[in-house]
C-alpha cells in the first residue's frame, strides 16, 4: 500500500451509521502496529452492521470482507485490506453484537492475542487491543463521524503533525484543532485548562499563529514571576525607577502590544497578584513604574494552567472569556503511537544512533507489546512521560526493534466517553456529590476529573447547583 488513498463518496452499503453522534458512537478498531505497512497506523476497521459477520484478511473488500479506512476532514477514504502474505487471506471473522461491543473469531494461522493474551474467540468494547500476532495490532475505540468544524481545518499528511506541531487523528484531537480555530478567530482573553503534559504550550502558539498579528508571541511562565517585581515584569519601568541605575524596561506587556502575551501556569499566581492584572485584562490600560502616565496595550492574554479552575480569583477567571478543554492521552488513546512515532523521529534527529539502530526509512521499528504497553498504560504527566517511557526503552532495547522495558502490566483504561453515561446517569451521580466533579468521575469510571469536565459542557448539565452552558 502506498500512502496515496481513493476518495469514496461515503460508506459502503453494509458499513455502520457513523453519524449518530458521540452519544451513541459505535466502536470501530483503530490500527496501533503494523509491521508490513507502518503508514496504516491510524487507519480504522469499521466493523459490519449490529446482528451480521464479516471477515478480515488479505481479501479485498466486499460485503463479506473488511478493508481499512482512512478518517480524514469528516470523510472516510478506503485503503483496502492488509497486504501481509503472513495474513491468512480470512484471518478474523468479525461480528458486531452491539453498537458498543465486538466478537472476534481466529479462523486464519496467525495466532490471536486479546489484551495480551492469546485466544481464539472474544467478546471486546472499547479500551481492548487485540492482535494478529506479529503483524497488526487495533485498539477498540469509540469513534463518530468526524466533526462538520473539522471541514474548516486543513489537512495534513495522514498520522504526522499539523501546521502547529499538534499530532493525532482522533475525534478528540480534531476537535481541538476545531476548538483552536474558533478560539483565534475571536477576540478576548483565552485560558488554556489541561493535565501537565498535554501541549497547552503548543495550543497557545497555534491560537496565536491563526490570528491577525504579525509579531511574535511573547511567553513567560507566570510561576517564575517574583512576588516583589510583578509590576516591574509586567508593565516595565522607566529609566532610573526604582534605583537611579536601573535601565528602562518597557516589560512584557509592552513587549506584547500588538500581539499576544502567554502566561503558562498561570494558576500558579498567588491571588493577590492575579489583582494586578485586572484592569489590564479588562481595557488595556497599564502604568510603567515611576511614570505619571497611562498607557495603553492592544494584546490578547493567553493563560494556560493544569490547577482547577478553584485556584483562581472568580473576577480574574471570568476576564477570560474563551476556554480550552485539553485532552489527557487517556482521553484519545489511538494517538499515543502517532505520538509515539513523532517523539522518535524528533529523538532521531537529536540522535543519529537512534535512527540507525531503529528506524526503517521514515518509520520506527517498535515492538507491539511496547506498543500495547503505552496505549494501556496510565498517564500523569502525559506527553512528557511518554517520551520519558520511549527513551527507557531506547536505553534498554538490544534488537533493532525498539521494545518494551520490563515492569508492571500495563492497566486496560475505561471507555472515555462511554455511551451508557447517559446525561441523566452523569447529572444523578453529580448531584449526589453536590456538584463536586472531582469527587464524580471516579464514581462514573471516568479516566479523568477532565473528562467528565468535557461531558458536563456538552450536555449542558448542573454543578454545584448551576446548569453549564452547553
Same mark, same amino acid.
Given at each position: ?33 503494523? +509491521? ?7 487507519? +480504522? ?40 502474505? /503472513? ?6 471473522? $468479525? ?8 466478537? $472476534? ?21 472499547? =479500551? ?6 506479529? #503483524? @497488526?495490532?487495533? @485498539? ?35 476537535? *481541538? ?31 496565536? !499563529?491563526?490570528?491577525?498579528?504579525? /509579531? ?32 528602562? /524596561?518597557? =516589560? ?56 482547577? &479552575? ?18 489527557? &492521552? ?26 540507525? /539502530?531503529?528506524?526503517? !526509512? ?27 517511557? @520511549?527513551? #527507557? ?19 486496560? *483504561? ?11 446517569? $452523569? ?44
Amino acid at each position: 500500500m502506498s500512502d496515496t488513498t481513493s476518495e469514496v463518496p461515503g460508506l459502503p452499503w453494509d458499513a455502520p451509521d457513523l453519524h449518530a453522534g458521540a452519544r451513541a458512537a459505535p466502536v470501530a478498531a483503530v490500527v496501533l502496529w503494523c +509491521l508490513a505497512e507502518p503508514q496504516r497506523v491510524g487507519e +480504522l476497521m469499521i466493523p459490519p452492521p449490529e446482528g451480521k459477520s464479516s471477515c478480515l484478511g488479505r481479501l479485498e473488500p466486499d460485503p463479506e470482507h473488511l478493508g481499512l479506512w482512512r478518517q480524514v476532514g469528516g470523510e472516510l477514504l478506503a485503503t483496502g485490506a492488509p497486504r501481509s502474505t /503472513r495474513i491468512s487471506r480470512e484471518q478474523l471473522r $468479525i461480528q458486531r453484537e452491539r453498537p458498543q461491543r465486538l466478537r $472476534i473469531e481466529r479462523i486464519g494461522r496467525r495466532a490471536l492475542l486479546v489484551n495480551g493474551r492469546e485466544s481464539d474467540e472474544a467478546e471486546l468494547e472499547a =479500551g481492548d487491543v487485540f492482535e494478529i500476532a506479529d #503483524e @497488526l495490532t487495533f @485498539l477498540v475505540a469509540h469513534r463518530p463521524r468526524l466533526l462538520e468544524i473539522q471541514r474548516a481545518v486543513p489537512a495534513q499528511p495522514f498520522g504526522r503533525a499539523d501546521e502547529h506541531g499538534l499530532v493525532g487523528e482522533s475525534p478528540a484531537m480534531w476537535e *481541538l484543532r476545531g476548538r483552536i480555530r474558533q478560539v483565534a478567530r475571536r477576540r478576548g482573553h483565552v485560558l488554556i485548562h489541561g493535565p501537565s503534559g498535554t501541549g497547552k504550550e503548543a495550543v497557545a502558539r497555534a491560537i496565536h !499563529g491563526l490570528g491577525d498579528s504579525a /509579531r511574535p508571541l511573547v511567553a513567560r511562565n507566570a510561576a517564575t514571576i517574583p512576588e516583589t517585581l510583578v509590576d516591574a515584569e509586567l508593565f516595565g519601568n522607566l529609566r532610573g525607577f526604582p534605583n537611579s541605575n536601573s535601565p528602562e /524596561r518597557i =516589560g512584557l506587556v509592552g513587549e506584547a502590544d500588538g500581539s499576544s502575551l502567554f502566561l503558562d501556569e498561570i494558576g500558579e499566581l498567588p491571588e493577590r497578584l492575579q489583582v494586578h492584572f485586572l484592569r489590564l485584562l479588562d481595557g488595556g490600560e497599564y502604568q510603567r513604574l515611576g511614570d505619571s502616565r497611562a498607557r495603553q496595550a492592544s494584546f490578547r492574554c493567553i493563560g494556560a494552567t493544569n490547577r482547577p &479552575l478553584t485556584a483562581l480569583k472568580s473576577d480574574f477567571l471570568a476576564r477570560f472569556a474563551l476556554r480550552i478543554e485539553m485532552p489527557g &492521552l487517556e482521553e484519545r488513546a489511538e494517538d499515543i503511537p502517532l505520538i509515539a512515532c513523532h517523539l522518535l523521529r524528533r529523538m532521531a534527529d537529536e540522535d543519529p544512533s537512534v535512527a540507525e /539502530r531503529f528506524f526503517a !526509512g521514515a518509520h520506527p521499528r517498535l515492538d507491539p507489546a511496547l506498543v500495547r504497553g503505552l496505549v494501556q498504560r496510565r498517564y500523569s504527566t502525559h506527553v512528557r512521560e511518554l517520551e520519558r517511557a @520511549l527513551w #527507557e526503552a531506547v536505553d534498554r532495547s538490544r534488537g533493532n526493534f525498539l521494545a518494551a522495558p520490563p515492569g508492571p502490566e500495563p492497566v486496560a *483504561l475505561p471507555a472515555v466517553a462511554s455511551p451508557d453515561l447517559s446525561p441523566e446517569r $452523569i447529572q444523578s451521580v453529580l448531584d449526589r456529590h453536590e456538584g463536586i466533579q472531582a469527587r464524580a468521575w471516579k464514581e462514573l469510571g471516568l479516566p479523568s476529573r477532565h473528562s467528565l469536565g468535557r461531558l458536563v459542557r456538552r450536555y449542558g448539565l448542573r454543578t454545584r447547583g448551576r446548569p453549564r452552558s452547553p
